[in-house]
């Protein structure tokens, strides 16, 4: 039974459709009274087709005037000798269609026609709407059925395409507040005659048919509005006057719309698009409550949207909006004459709200439209074929995602006993922030006391820890741990358009991304390190594809913008590489002669980077280091052997291993240089050795930053080194052909350079698996007792001073309650030199055991409440302990703890001062119970206020805003570069080709 039932519900399928209207007497009689005008301009092109249809039409109505504006084709002649016309008369082209439609009714004195009842509707024609054979049969039909419509727009069908379904291109429309066009149905749908006749604000005037008492008593269209808008705002007015506006879906036509898509020669305009735009804003503005307030709404809304055409690279939309604006403002008359009009149809409270598009629909279009490209690129791309790729699994088992799966597996043996709770530390990776408002914070507000904004690169960290739900421990763990994984996919992206073969660019990305464990940056948790291995291929990429896809026009601009975007996060964490890539963006813009580009690709990142280049110039040292250049003070350089084999700082691998596994790169960019030979390979071969040389020099040198002494870290210029390695190897070897016997193969050069490649993979992930990441990078707690952590986040705030003895050398550092963490090793321990100073030589006291006689005042003044202090002799801790009559704890054998008084705190009051144990600095604010404090000075390097008695003061800093701001529209403005510009969309050629264009076609 359910069976048959569901064969009923179905049985649809199987029949034709049938949307034909039965022509009964009553419907040729009361086509009878319809009068069609058919206005033509210029529209010999498409007007043959118009005249055809309307030949074939299955009725006709009883009267046909065919209007001539002013031609200068042979549209008039065709009109006159097609024969199907009762009526042939001249219009002029400098007004428009709806003043062109009265001079067919006023010549064919269809007002003593009204009169007499001979006819009750006019048909309203374009010169390039094709109509049905059987629309002017459904529209009589709906306008002497049930609903007696005064107003019936029928469907309007793009033009048609071959082997394509019929689309619809408007069936009413409505217009939202700032006049932009709003279709009842979307544009583009599928024609499957699934709707039905509903009540709407206007529509297209092409096909539109209109009662005559309706068109003589709101007076036709206005003749402000000469074309595209005419009939919605005679649909607008029909509704006040409480006339019903019914779209009639069954009547179907195919419009051109030769005007508005630019492909008619007219005086009315030479700028379609803009001039579509002015009449829409005047409509909107002659219908308002308030034409002046709406007029300023209007232009401050085409303003905006003219701003996001700028953005989107629209040069077309822009200019078409720049040029409405102005014509808009110029047709204030006009506006005010719609007005009148309207007001004179009816009042404005008559329109059914429900006509008019909801509320933000301008925002949800927009979203709509960006989420329908993204869609259709992404699907374009699903469909491209993977070459190497068989079998229904081609996705799972390409190169690429067999390169991931195993990186990825290597990955978590080798990180298996740093999968555990704790935060993440290494020599260069300070712990990460505890939440992520201290991540912000970070990057937000300056140092006290310093020129210049903080790094950028600590605003990159705090936004991928908003990306990893805002925990800045994930982010670490994903970007150190997985740094080998990213850093392969990145050179599996690049690598393979260099390679002849897929899985010789797997080989060799996976080879990239082992070189973080083996070099030891992975051990050492070298941020640097994993921004150049992951960047490096991008920049490199961007590079490829500029030089051979240098577009003109917006489009020329994308690839010096993501070369500058790449090119700023690289320079925020090693300045020094600016000038490496301002060379190669000087390069490429000489090659490809468009030195415009090349100076957004150099100088993009320095307009990126203006705030913090203050910073930079006063500590000139920071500029040949790394990231976090004082959280580890200078240490022994590498052996330039090492580097030559792939060693950085902090390297735990077998020198052997190293050995084995750089020497499959030299082995494969020295068979690139003997066998291609060419100048790109000799420079590229230079560099590496260039490269080679800054790391082996740089990791010699002993720089001061921060007041501490620092030696640059090698690991960049290392991997720029091994990538240009990679790049030759790439280059130079060609993949082998499976096919062959085993003989074959062992006799083929090639044969063995895969080998060697695929050696070097296994043995260096062989070696990570077992040994781990190093001693160096671990997951532990922290070294200060946790008492002395309770203190620092009490509410005194106070520090901890850390010295430890190296040798001669006594090092600290200065902690509270929020460090040491990302951003403690780009600054001083206080941003004042006088305090640093003190700080320096208080470490030195303790290291020697010989404290001064003010070392209590000058902890007091540093509010420093705990001193750590390790490697330190038992003598000199009882010298000082006794001398500064502090009480020594010790936490181990080789550790010691001294406190300070409770009564040490960050804030202090002092002969009618606030003082505050940070540098003098603008950013400062102090509020006692609601009042602003007046800022005075402390007599040292501290900041202070004015206040008579004590009472409880709030301090707070505020972020530099001018700097952040800088940095995030800089940023924006080489995303916005770097974005695809705007396509416009094409008709279809056989839309627009004349009779001769296309019978030459069919020939051919």
């Not at 209007?298 to 700028?310: C, K, Q, V």
Request: hydrophobic share 45%; charged share 20%.
């Amino acid at each position: 039974m359910l069976a048959k039932d569901s064969s009923k519900l179905w049985s649809w399928v199987e029949e034709a459709p049938d949307n034909r209207q039965e022509v009964t007497e009553d419907i040729l009689s009361a086509a009878g009274r319809v009068v069609a005008v058919l206005v033509a301009h210029n529209g010999e092109a498409w007007l043959p087709r118009t005249l055809a249809h309307l030949e074939r039409l299955e009725v006709h109505p009883g009267m046909l005037i065919g209007v001539d504006a002013d031609s200068s084709d042979e549209s008039r002649l065709m009109l006159e000798t097609t024969g199907i016309f009762d009526l042939v008369v001249d219009g002029n082209q400098n007004l428009g269609f709806g003043e062109n439609i009265k001079f067919g009714l006023s010549a064919a004195g269809i007002d003593e026609k009204l009169a007499r009842a001979e006819f009750d509707w006019v048909w309203l024609l374009h010169d390039d709407l094709a109509v049905g054979r059987t629309s002017l049969t459904h529209l009589v039909a709906e306008a002497i059925g049930d609903e007696r419509p005064d107003v019936l727009i029928p469907k309007l069908l793009m033009p048609r395409r071959r082997n394509h379904p019929d689309k619809i291109a408007s069936l009413g429309e409505s217009i939202a507040a700032d006049g932009t066009r709003a279709p009842v149905v979307e544009p583009g749908e599928l024609d499957q005659g699934q709707l039905e006749p509903v009540s709407v604000l206007g529509g297209c005037s092409a096909g539109m048919m209109i009662s005559l008492k309706a068109w003589q008593k709101l007076d036709g269209f206005s003749p402000d509005l000469p074309l595209f808008r005419d009939g919605v705002e005679f649909g607008m007015r029909a509704n006040r006057a409480k006339m019903k506006v019914l779209t009639c879906p069954d009547a179907s036509m195919r419009h051109i719309n030769a005007t508005r898509n630019g492909l008619r020669n007219t005086k009315l305009t030479n700028d379609p698009k803009a001039f579509d735009i002015a009449l829409g804003m005047m409509v909107a503005a002659g219908h308002s409550q308030n034409v002046s307030k709406a007029s300023k709404k209007l232009t401050s809304i085409a303003r905006l949207n003219w701003l996001g055409h700028l953005f989107s690279k629209s040069a077309d939309s822009r200019n078409a909006l720049k040029a409405a604006i102005t014509k808009f403002n110029t047709e204030k008359p006009s506006v005010q004459r719609i007005s009148e009009a309207a007001e004179k149809s009816g009042d404005f409270a008559n329109i059914d709200k429900a006509l008019f598009p909801a509320r933000f629909w301008e925002m949800r279009q927009a979203l709509d439209l960006l989420a329908g490209k993204v869609a259709d690129k992404t699907a374009a791309r699903s469909l491209r074929p993977e070459p190497e790729a068989r079998g229904g699994l081609r996705t799972l088992a390409s190169p690429g995602m067999i390169t991931a799966a195993f990186l990825l597996v290597i990955t978590i043996i080798a990180s298996r006993f740093l999968l555990s709770f704790g935060k993440l530390t290494a020599p260069l990776l300070l712990q990460s922030p505890d939440s992520l408002g201290v991540a912000w914070r970070n990057w937000t507000h300056s140092v006290p006391g310093l020129f210049g904004a903080n790094p950028p690169w600590l605003g990159l960290m705090a936004f991928g820890s908003t990306l990893t739900f805002g925990q800045p421990e994930w982010f670490a763990t994903v970007l150190v741990l997985g740094g080998c994984l990213i850093a392969g996919a990145c050179g599996y992206f690049f690598l393979r358009h260099l390679t002849k073969s897929r899985w010789q660019a797997a080989v060799l990305a996976s080879l990239w991304g082992l070189a973080l464990p083996l070099s030891g940056a992975t051990g050492a948790g070298s941020l640097d390190a994993i921004a150049a291995a992951i960047l490096l291929p991008l920049i490199a990429n961007v590079c490829r594809v500029w030089l051979v896809n240098d577009k003109a026009g917006p489009q020329m601009w994308r690839r010096p913008a993501h070369f500058a975007l790449l090119s700023t996060i690289l320079i925020s964490f090693v300045p020094l590489t600016w000038l490496v890539l301002a060379l190669v963006a000087f390069l490429i813009g000489k090659r490809t002669k468009n030195w415009k580009a090349a100076l957004i690709a150099a100088l993009g990142p320095i307009v990126v980077l203006l705030p913090w280049l203050p910073r930079l110039f006063s500590d000139p040292g920071r500029l040949l280091t790394g990231s976090e250049p004082s959280a580890v003070w200078s240490s022994s350089a590498p052996n330039p052997l090492g580097l030559l084999a792939g060693r950085g700082e902090f390297a735990s691998a077998p020198i052997a291993i190293n050995v084995l596994v750089i020497a499959v790169f030299w082995v494969l960019a020295l068979v690139a240089v003997y066998r291609l030979r060419s100048r790109l390979v000799l420079y590229l071969a230079g560099s590496a050795v260039a490269f080679l040389a800054v790391a082996i020099l740089l990791s010699r040198l002993v720089v001061t930053v921060n007041y501490v002494p620092a030696r640059p870290i090698s690991f960049v210029w290392l991997f720029c080194y091994l990538g240009v390695l990679l790049m030759l190897a790439a280059l130079g070897t060609d993949p082998i052909d499976i096919r062959m016997s085993r003989a074959e193969l062992l006799h083929k050069p090639n044969f063995w350079l895969a080998a060697a490649a695929v050696f070097g993979v296994l043995l260096g992930s062989f070696w990570w698996a077992i040994a781990g990441s190093g001693p160096n990078l671990n997951r532990g707690n922290q070294q200060v007792p946790s008492y002395v952590q309770d203190t620092l986040r009490s509410e005194r705030h106070t520090r901890a001073l850390l010295v430890e003895a190296d040798g001669s050398v006594a090092k600290y550092w200065l902690v509270d309650e929020n460090g040491p963490t990302w951003g403690s090793g780009e600054k001083p321990a206080i941003g004042s030199r006088a305090a640093n100073n003190q700080l320096s030589d208080l470490a030195k006291q303790i290291a020697q055991g010989m404290p001064s006689d003010d070392v209590y005042e000058q902890l007091t003044g540093l509010a420093i409440s705990h001193i750590w202090v390790r490697g330190v002799s038992e003598e000199a801790i009882q010298e000082f302990s006794s001398s500064a009559s502090l009480t020594p704890i010790d936490v181990d054998d080789n550790t010691t703890v001294f406190s300070m008084p409770s009564n040490v705190s960050r804030m202090m009051f002092k002969d009618g001062k606030v003082l505050l144990s940070e540098p003098k600095d603008s950013q400062w604010s102090a509020k006692a119970v609601g009042t602003r404090l007046t800022a005075s000075d402390a007599g040292d390097w501290r900041q202070a206020w004015e206040l008579s008695e004590k009472k409880n003061v709030e301090i707070s800093a505020s972020p530099s805003l001018f700097s952040m701001a800088t940095q995030i529209l800089g940023l924006l403005a080489l995303g916005i570069l770097g974005a695809p510009a705007a396509k416009e969309e094409k008709l279809p050629r056989r839309a627009t080709e004349t009779a001769k264009q296309s019978a030459r076609r069919r020939a051919e």
